[in-house]
């Protein structure tokens, strides 16, 4: 298929070394659907992509057990995985899912970062240099930066695991892409979030959960 004659790019196969290998495979395979190297009935060859990374057959299994665990696949025996259509109800339906996660995490993080903001105030800048630029794929991918960067500072691999499994910046593009959804992501209503975290607000964490149930919203 055409788009398994693409190749990944050279850092792709290079951070390999850095990274566990399955994760890494998680995130090239993330980044082609993406950018459109497959589309909804593709086949994802699994020895294609070992021999294009170099890597042996086991982390791409993993990687392709993942992304099924994301919807985004569906395993077909002895034919592999393939390309799912996008359904315009999960998107929708995660959202309750992403919520309570952030929720945790907001309350987990505020006491670690102590007030120091300094770790979100650049995506922040991110975010509002995308707006002004009118650049929707980037404002949605510094959105998702800004959330992944709370989760992080949570301190917690497990939920930050569990949020990565929402896949949230890929179903959000495609669906603006394949679904023609409209932008949600607003670099003014993080400026609250930052604010919060920086007095130390107990209640950050049910600000965060809030601010993504108004995704869901918007959604419907």
Not at 25 to 53: F, K
Not at 170 to 189: P, Q
């Amino acid at each position: 298929m055409p788009g398994e004659r693409a190749t990944a790019s050279s850092a792709s196969a290079a951070s390999l070394r850095r990274v566990p290998l399955s994760e890494q495979v998680r995130r090239t395979l993330l980044d082609g659907l993406l950018n459109g190297r497959w589309r909804p009935g593709d086949r994802i060859i699994e020895r294609h992509i070992a021999q294009e990374l170099d890597v042996s057959h086991g982390p791409v299994r993993e990687a392709l057990r993942d992304l099924q665990a994301m919807r985004l696949v569906d395993m077909i025996p002895n034919k592999g995985a393939r390309v799912r259509e996008l359904s315009p109800d999960y998107l929708p339906a995660v959202y309750p899912v992403r919520a309570a996660l952030e929720r945790l995490a907001g309350q987990l993080a505020v006491r670690r970062l102590a007030g120091d903001v300094s770790e979100l105030e650049p995506h922040l800048d991110l975010l509002r240099q995308a707006a002004r630029d009118g650049d929707p794929d980037r404002q949605i991918h510094c959105a998702v930066e800004f959330h992944r960067e709370i989760v992080r500072s949570a301190g917690n691999d497990v939920l930050l695991r569990n949020w990565e499994s929402l896949a949230i910046e890929l179903w959000t593009r495609l669906s603006l892409k394949w679904l023609r959804t409209e932008l949600h992501e607003n670099a003014e209503d993080h400026v609250a979030i930052v604010d919060a975290f920086r007095r130390r607000d107990p209640y950050v964490g049910r600000m965060l959960e809030l601010h993504v149930l108004d995704y869901a919203h918007a959604t419907d």
